[in-house]
């Protein structure tokens, strides 16, 4: 780096916001991979998710969060909670989500948490969603109100609208540091957890409501050469009339979400997958602390 140039910034940036509000899609579209999965059902991430994108001027390091929730209790849900507290005390600056033109009660207690100590920058996604425009700007200027937000980016991801411009907001507010990971670095997340994500994310997009709740997917074998992988992989689920609605008419139903995600992992390792899926019951589970730690979850 030459003596003119201006000092290199790295940071940590969080994403909350409502489930669904559009975290994970933003991360993947800001990082330009797919490293969180995403579905139209709420509650969908669980997990922290950390994804890098390194630029000439900046390394981002977004963690992508669990949405969070007032309505429900539980062990798994007040995990998910915690992690949103957790990572809000440890960023540099975060993403406060709110979809264009709504404003939830769930909103307003996320807006309570927010940290004086980090930058918030207010982040309006799924403007594509919003046909008149001009309807945005009393909305906006009323969240804005409600707290020192350090700028205000309207963005849709699904469309790539305004990431550069956010991006750009938020580099400014980065700390001065040397990067912190190596260029090529996308997740902290193994490859193992991220092929176990993108099956529940199969199961998430088409299963009903009822079911994804209370399903986990475990990897449970891994043989890998250079040329080609197999893997099994097991689905738990809470009930055993779970087990008949996951699987469908002569395993039909399971089959189809199996070749789904057989063709993600595929591309993922890039080589050609051999998947394996099988079911088992295993009751309550998220109601219990120690099988969330058996399952991986923090
Ligand atoms: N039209 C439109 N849809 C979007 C946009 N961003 C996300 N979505 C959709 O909104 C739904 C939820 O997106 P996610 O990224 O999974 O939302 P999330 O906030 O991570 O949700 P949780 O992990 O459940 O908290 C999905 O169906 C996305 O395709 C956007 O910019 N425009
Ligand atoms: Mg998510």
């Known amino acids: 780096m030459s003596q003119t140039s201006p000092p290199y910034r790295c940071g940590y940036v969080a994403l909350v916001g409502r489930p669904n509000v559009g975290k994970s899609t933003l991360t993947n579209a800001l990082i330009g991979t797919k490293v969180s999965i995403t579905s139209s059902k709420a509650q969908t991430t669980r997990h922290r998710i950390m994804g890098v994108l390194t630029r000439d001027d900046a390394q981002f390091v977004f963690v992508d969060t669990p949405g969070f929730q007032t309505r429900h209790g539980g062990a798994m849900n007040k995990m998910m909670n915690r992690v949103v507290s957790q990572t809000l005390a440890d960023v540099d600056v975060v993403l406060f989500l709110v979809q264009a033109g709504q404003w939830t009660t769930t909103d307003e207690a ?64 980065l700390p001065e540091n040397e990067p912190y990971f190596e260029q090529d670095m996308l997740t ?35 043989d890998e050469s250079d040329a080609h992988a197999s893997i099994g992989a097991c689905v738990i689920v809470q009930r055993d009339s779970h087990r008949p609605i996951l699987l469908g008419a002569k395993g039909a139903h399971m089959k189809r979400m199996a070749t789904e995600a057989r063709q993600d992992i595929a591309k993922l390792l890039d080589k050609p997958v051999h998947l394996e899926v099988y079911v088992k019951v295993k009751k309550g589970w998220t109601d219990r602390q120690s099988s969330l730690r058996e399952f991986g979850y923090e």
């Open 188 to 222: 902290d997340r193994p490859v193992r957890f991220l092929v176990a994500e993108l099956i529940r994310e199969k199961i998430f997009r088409m299963v009903g409501d009822e079911l994804p709740y209370g399903t986990t997917v475990i990897i449970e074998q891994w």
């Open 110 to 173: 996320l807006l309570q948490m927010l940290p004086q100590s980090a930058k918030v920058i207010l982040v309006l996604s799924k403007t594509d969603t919003v046909k008149d425009k001009g309807s945005l700007f009393p909305f906006t200027a009323e969240v804005a109100a409600r707290f020192n937000f350090a700028a205000v980016v309207p963005v849709s991801a699904v469309k790539s609208r305004q990431l550069d411009e956010l991006l750009d907001e938020i580099a400014k507010h």
